[in-house]
Every structure is written in structure tokens, then in C-alpha cells.
């Protein structure tokens, strides 16, 4: 048997966090708020502060003002969004805890844009939401990086963290290599937080950076998976940019004229909702395409996002010169000549199934999970895949979950005895995660990336899911994972992409796993077998856990004597 140090540089810690983007960095902070003696090592593939989405969106933030009303916020929840599938105290504990996050965010050097009173400024889709979006600018993640490395937290960039080692049960730090030369680091943590994002399939440019490696190395070393049949978002997106057109879901027609998304959306709601991708994929089958956005009529394009890039509400340089060079051109492109652009559901993903409790710790002692890793995982949202139809909860989750995490970590680690890693284990992990070095010939990634974008992204598939359809999807992604092993790899970037689509091969078959055993129609989560919600039989969550290499699937009855809202 090798000895450690002879497989590659280890290093010891008490807590890595895997990822350094804004739930990493909330959770590094606040681990060090509680004990700024114990050693904190963020491990970040690309470069910590700089990576991850917080930097690259819109920058808005969903809170719960007291105005708007804890109690108000859970019923509008539970009735019109995460349909009763919602763990209802964290949801809960998000809204009476988002207002006060702001706070912190400031304490961390980020600047939250204020009125004159102290209140911070807002947007509100609609006033009958009861939440509103504050407004950051694209710095958010440099500023606290700052703060972080003032508190003493050490920072690892350009190792991409592939396997968890494990002590038993018991999760015992990671074990990655650099994507720069190769070399294989084995990280020693009392305590692991998975902070390395959620899913998304390499499908739409800008979430392009979700690959759900840390889904995958969870779910390989045995943590429980939650929710993992709510990763199907979508936005609406022009066909000619393939940019984002918000509000299209309000004012879809088809190639008669006939207005398609009036009847089932009356009123103005929360945000995009699967049903009116199922209403596109009815007109698409019935040869009554293409569907069009009327952008004449288009409410959030036209009045609601230009009120929330106005100057008179936030000056956000970094923010205005990235839209300008990323989606400005293309955005102003799509609205000429004239008013019907036609648009598709761009599939997003977002899978992010990691379950975790209340304090982000997941079913392995002493892993824990934060931000998009766990997002639907936590069972805040419910029936939703993330964002869950309230947009701003990205970033609101990944600072909630970041400091709930961080200390709970932090807490564990002091009462927790040195990890020992088995030097053995360690060498299988090493060896699994660098076969693809070793075939000369083989396939390249991303032929296997173009092939699970092809089972995911139909909306038949994913979006409005039958059983025979879903019976054949897992069948394309089973053949496809059987491929696995014959991937090669010519670099140590290659390695990284064969990891990551591994991953992604992971999330697919969990989803259509997950997806063929939740049979009725809930919140996001549409059949075309099972139309409606079945409160008798489905109050349940789906359970998935690798056992013995085996994708075993339970349910849990949720306990929703226990909640104040109910059926
Ligand atoms: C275009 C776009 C617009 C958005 N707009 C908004 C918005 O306006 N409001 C909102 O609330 N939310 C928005 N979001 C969502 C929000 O940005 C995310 O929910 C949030 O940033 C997630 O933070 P995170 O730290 O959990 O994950 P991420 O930001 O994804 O960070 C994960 C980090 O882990 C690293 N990593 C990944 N794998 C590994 C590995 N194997 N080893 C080591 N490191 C790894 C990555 O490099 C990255 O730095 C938007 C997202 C996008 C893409």
C-alpha cells in the first residue's frame, strides 16, 4: 500500500470548502465569525471570488421585509409555488432570515443599494408578491473574497475536487488535481462543506459553469439525494440570440394569432411556470408554430427590467458593463423589426439534490452542503426546481445556507477527533480519477456532453414527462453511462470535462429515476399520465442513495402534521 504522501500533495485542515463562490464564501466567513482560530481552506477549480454565477446575474436578491409578512410569505408559498412539498420551517426561517442577510452582506463589504431612511432600494415584479429584490452589483464576490482572506481563510485556485474521502461514513476531505499540471491533492478536513454549485448540463451559455461535480462525489460516497425530479428549469429564450426573454411567458401566440398562455395565466404571477411549456409543446406537436413573444405587450421586458437597470436605482458599473458586452447586442437584436420574436424553452437544469438538514449538514457526518449544491435538496422550496419561481432567491439562498452551514461546520470540527484518511482508499479514488489519461484512444467528452444534452433537453422528456417517455430517456442515458469508461482524456482539462460529465450522466439518470416514481402533477413538476396533485398518496419526498453502486429510490412521508400550512 502507497504511503499518502506519496500519491500526491496532502494537505490538512479543519474545514474545506469545496467551491469559493458566494454560499463557499458566506460559509468561510461565518465558520471564522464563530472560530477565527480553526483553519478554513476554500478549494476552487477556477478562481475563487472570480468563479461561480453570483458574478455573471442580475444581480437582484430576494428578501422578506416585515412589511411583507412572515406569515403572508409562507401562505403565498406553499398555495402558489412549492405546493405543499416545502420543508415549511426552513422556508420559514429563509423569510425572517433574508432581510437580516442583507445586513451581513454589508458587513462583509458588499454594497446594498439604500434609500435615504436606511430602507434597502427594491424591485417588486408585482405588488402582490410578498417578497421583494434588492439589488447588488457584480462585485459581490470580490468584496467578500477580501473580507475572507482577512479573517485568515487560505485559498487553493485551479484544483478541481473530484471524490470525497471517507473515515467509515464519515466524510474526511477531498481528494482533486490541478487542472494547471496534473498534480493530485489530497485534502485532510474534519469537516467538508460542498459549496461547487448545482447542475445545468452545459446547456445555456450563462450557466454554463454548473456541471453538478459535487452532486456526483455526494452522491458516490453515499449521502442521501432529495428532490432531485425538480432539475428541469427553464427560461424563455429567443431563437435568434438564444438570450433570455423574461416575461415571454405572459404573452405567447401562436402562427394563428391565438394568444396560447392567456387562459392558464390570467394574472401577472411569481415568474415563469412549466405549464406554459407544456401549452408551447401542445401548439409544437399540433403544427401551430412557431410561438412568438409579442414584445409589444411583453410588461417584464418593457417596464420591469428597465426600471431594475435603471440608474435612479442602483449605479452598477461592473454589472451594466458586463450585460453591455455579454447580452446587450443580442437582447437589442431580438427586438428588431418587429414586436413577435419567436421563442423555445431553454432548458436549464438546476438540480441541486444534495439533502441536507436545517444546519446544511448532509446524511454523511461530517459533510455538509451549500448553495446550489443543496438548494432543492434543503426542501425549502418544494416543488420547484431552483430558482423556484421567486427569482433572487439564488443568491438568497447561497448567503442563508452559507451561514447556517459555516457555523455548524465550524461547531462539529471542535468536537470532532483528527481525520484519518486510509491511504488505500485514497489510491483507488486516485486511480479512478485519472483512467482517462491512460487511454490513448477512446471518447473525447464532449461527444458524451452532445449526448446527454439530447435526452435532457426535450421538453417530452423533461418538462412534460409520460412514463413510456421517461422509460426511454433512462434508457439513452444508461447506454450512455455505460460508455463512461472508454473516455480519454489528452490533458488535464480534458480529465476535468470527463469528470463533469460523469456528473452530469449522475444527475440525468437520478432525474428520470426520481421522475418515473413521482407519479401526479405538482407545483413545476407536470405529467401528461398523471394531471393532477394527489395530496392522498404524494406528500412524500424522493429519497435517492448509491447503495453498493446501486441507485436505490425511497420515499418519506413529509410531516406535514408537524406544518402550519396544510392541504
Ligand atoms: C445568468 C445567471 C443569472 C442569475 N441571476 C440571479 C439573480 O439575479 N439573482 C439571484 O438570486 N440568483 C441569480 N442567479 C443564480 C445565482 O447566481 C446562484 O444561485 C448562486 O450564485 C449560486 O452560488 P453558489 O456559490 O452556490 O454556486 P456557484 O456560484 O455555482 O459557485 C460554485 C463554485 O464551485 C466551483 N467548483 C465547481 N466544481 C468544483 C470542483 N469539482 N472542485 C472545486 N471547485 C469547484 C466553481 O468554480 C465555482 O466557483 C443567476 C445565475 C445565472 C447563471
Known sequence: MAELESLGKVIPTDILIIGGGIAGLSAAITAKEISPDIDVLVV??????????????????????????????????????????????????????????????????????????????????????????????????????????????????????????????????????????????????????????????????????????????????????????????????????????????????????????????????????????????????????????????????????????SDALAVRPIATAFWDRTIGKAMAAATRPGPLQEVIPGFIGEQAPVRVDHQMATTLPGLFAVGDTSWAGSGWQGAVPPPGRMRGSGLGNAVFSGVRGGPAAAEYVSGTARAEVNPAQAEALKERMFAPLKHSAGIQPPELVRAIQDVMSPVGNSIYMRQDRLEDALSKALEIKAKLPELCAKDWQYLSACNEVKSMVTSAEMFFRASMERKESRGWYIREDYPDMDNENWLKWIIIQNKKGEMVISTEDLPIERYPVKP
Open 44 to 309: 476552487d477549480k477556477a478562481t475563487s471570488g472570480w468563479s461561480g454565477k453570483a458574478n455573471k446575474g442580475g444581480g437582484n436578491i430576494a428578501y422578506v421585509d416585515p412589511e411583507d409578512g412572515a406569515d403572508e410569505f409562507m401562505q403565498y408559498h406553499v398555495h402558489k409555488i412549492g405546493c405543499f412539498l416545502e420543508d415549511q420551517e426552513l422556508l420559514r426561517a429563509y423569510g425572517e432570515e433574508s432581510r437580516g442577510n442583507l445586513e451581513r452582506l454589508e458587513s462583509w463589504g458588499v454594497h446594498i443599494f439604500r434609500n435615504e431612511d436606511g430602507s434597502p432600494k427594491y424591485v417588486k415584479y408585482t405588488e402582490e408578491l410578498p417578497w421583494r429584490l434588492a439589488l447588488i452589483d457584480q462585485d459581490v464576490t470580490l468584496n467578500m473574497l477580501k473580507h475572507t482572506k482577512k479573517q485568515g481563510t487560505k485559498f487553493i485556485d485551479k484544483v478541481a475536487i473530484v471524490d470525497l474521502l471517507q473515515d467509515g461514513d464519515r466524510v474526511v476531505g477531498g481528494i482533486g488535481f490541478s487542472v494547471i499540471d496534473g498534480t493530485c491533492y489530497i485534502i485532510k478536513a474534519k469537516a467538508t462543506i460542498l459549496a461547487n454549485g448545482g447542475q445545468n448540463y452545459r446547456l445555456m451559455r450563462r450557466w454554463n459553469s454548473g456541471r453538478g461535480d459535487g452532486i456526483a462525489a455526494a452522491y458516490r460516497a453515499g449521502a442521501q439525494m432529495r428532490n432531485a425530479e425538480f432539475g428541469n428549469f427553464i427560461n424563455w429564450i429567443f431563437v435568434d440570440s438564444r438570450d433570455v426573454c423574461q416575461g415571454a411567458e405572459d404573452v405567447l401566440y401562436n402562427a394563428k394569432g391565438q394568444h396560447i398562455t392567456k387562459a392558464i395565466r390570467p394574472v401577472i404571477e411569481a415568474d415563469l411556470h412549466s405549464k406554459e411549456v407544456v401549452a408551447w409543446y401542445k401548439e409544437m406537436k399540433a403544427g401551430n408554430g412557431p410561438v412568438c413573444a409579442n414584445m409589444a405587450e411583453n410588461r417584464i421586458l418593457n417596464e420591469i427590467v428597465p426600471a431594475f437597470h
